[in-house]
């Protein structure tokens, strides 16, 4: 499944943006979607999955602030990011898979370009 990250900008902390996440391919409703970033020297780290069924798992750091969601008849996931830091600062990557395991590891072959989000303080 390809996908497209948009959404992305330059907001001030506390602030809020959402990241959408479009994918080319009907099979998109059977895979699990995740949402990852990079910040500059860091390595790029699981922000938010959902499964194919709606559960959902975040990372510590947003948890209570940021919330993943999909529309399978618009074949998109989003990203809803409230009370921003800027630690949050980073490019936002999205990928897919049909394995659970998969989407949480990171475990992809390949990336998309993701967009950018920063944020001032």
């Known amino acids: 499944v390809q996908l497209q990250a948009s959404g992305g900008g330059l907001v001030q902390a506390g602030g809020f943006l959402r990241l959408s996440c479009a994918a080319s391919?009907?099979?998109?409703?059977?895979?699990?979607i995740g949402w990852y970033r990079q910040a500059p020297g860091k390595q790029r780290e699981l922000v938010a999955a959902?499964?194919?069924?709606?559960?959902?798992d975040y990372s510590d750091s947003v948890k209570g602030r940021f919330t993943i969601s999909r529309d399978n008849a618009k074949k998109t996931v989003y990203l809803q990011m409230n009370s921003l830091k800027p630690e949050d600062t980073a490019i936002y990557y999205c990928n897919s898979d049909l394995r659970w395991r998969t989407v949480v590891a990171a475990d992809f072959g390949s990336w998309g370009q993701g967009t950018l989000v920063t944020v001032s303080s």
């Open positions: 391919e009907k099979t998109f409703s059977v895979n699990a």
């Open positions: 959902i499964s194919s069924g709606g559960s959902t």
